[in-house]
């Protein structure tokens, strides 16, 4: 999460033509030319003009067009320098002075999840923060797994990590899998395609069966670890920002994991 202050956007702006970079988001998006047009308030012709290049977007026109689309800031930025126009969204490191407080809250409100796990997590799902229930999750695992980064997908999926004690693998495994594919196609990361790919390579994972199908699913899909030889069920969540105007939080998630029953809670305060 650092580098140039608009990260991978110039690269990709410096190549390909704005009217594409559009195309391909209403297309992964499934959104006709019409109905786009209509949302964002101009007529499909100028879109259509646009997409092929024979119209140049305002940055008003491209900003509403990728806000339809639900195109995350670091690719508005790209869309931006494609059509020419200055980035809108600057890219701030999460040590970063001016972040201190972001910061703050986010490993606060990590300390105040103790002792259950709790972690920051960003676009590629590498971890930026933890508390220390998360970190203790991660003891016996190989040095090669934990990074820097240490990857969410990778950790858990790696027959040397994780995996080898998740006792729902199948139905986990199933769950990060359609995560990772959505990531992707929300995203279009190249980092994260190739971590998709990675997983998937696994003896362990692609030896799984496809999920049976439940007569009466829970709830929540729990994750199953076995804690010191003792079966611990729990489920999780993800926050996000509501309103970020920064391409790092923009991109920054809150995982956390709670007891799944009794049983759970009781272990997770046990060994605290």
């Known amino acids: 999460m650092t580098g140039h202050p608009y990260g991978s956007a110039m690269a990709s702006a410096a190549t390909v033509p704005v009217g594409d970079l559009l195309r391909d988001w209403r297309q992964r998006r499934r959104r006709s030319q019409m109905d786009l047009a209509h949302d964002v308030g101009v007529s499909p012709r100028h879109l259509s003009f646009v997409e092929t290049g024979r119209s140049r977007p305002s940055p008003e026109m491209v900003l509403a067009v990728a806000r339809n689309l639900e195109v995350p800031l670091r690719e508005q930025n790209a869309l931006l320098l494609a059509a020419g ?16 407080r972001v910061r703050t809250s986010l490993q606060r409100m990590l300390d105040a999840h103790d002792p259950y796990p709790g972690v920051v997590i960003d676009r590629q799902w590498d971890v930026v923060l933890a508390n220390a229930s998360a970190l203790a999750l991660t003891e ?26 998740t006792r729902n693998l199948a139905e986990w495994a199933g769950h990060l899998l359609h995560q990772i594919d959505r990531a992707v196609r929300l995203t279009g ?4 395609t190739e971590i998709a790919a ?21 709830l929540l899909l729990p994750l199953v670890l076995d804690m010191d030889g003792t079966d611990v069920s729990l489920f999780t969540t993800l926050t996000t ?25 009781a272990h997770l305060r046990a060994t605290h």
């Open 85 to 100: 126009y200055a980035p809108r969204y600057a890219e701030t490191p999460l040590d970063d002075d001016s972040m201190a």
């Open 140 to 165: 016996g695992v190989p040095d090669h797994l934990l990074g820097p980064p240490l990857n969410i997908f990778r950790i858990s999926l790696h027959p040397e990590g994780l995996a080898a004690r």
């Open 198 to 218: 990675e997983v998937r390579s696994y003896p362990n994972i692609a030896a799984l069966p496809d999920a049976p199908v439940e007569v009466d699913p829970p």
């Open 189 to 192: 990361d190249r980092r994260l």
């Open 241 to 265: 920002f509501g309103t970020p105007r920064d391409v790092t939080i923009d991109e920054l998630a809150v995982e956390l994991f709670f007891p799944a029953d009794d049983a759970a809670d």
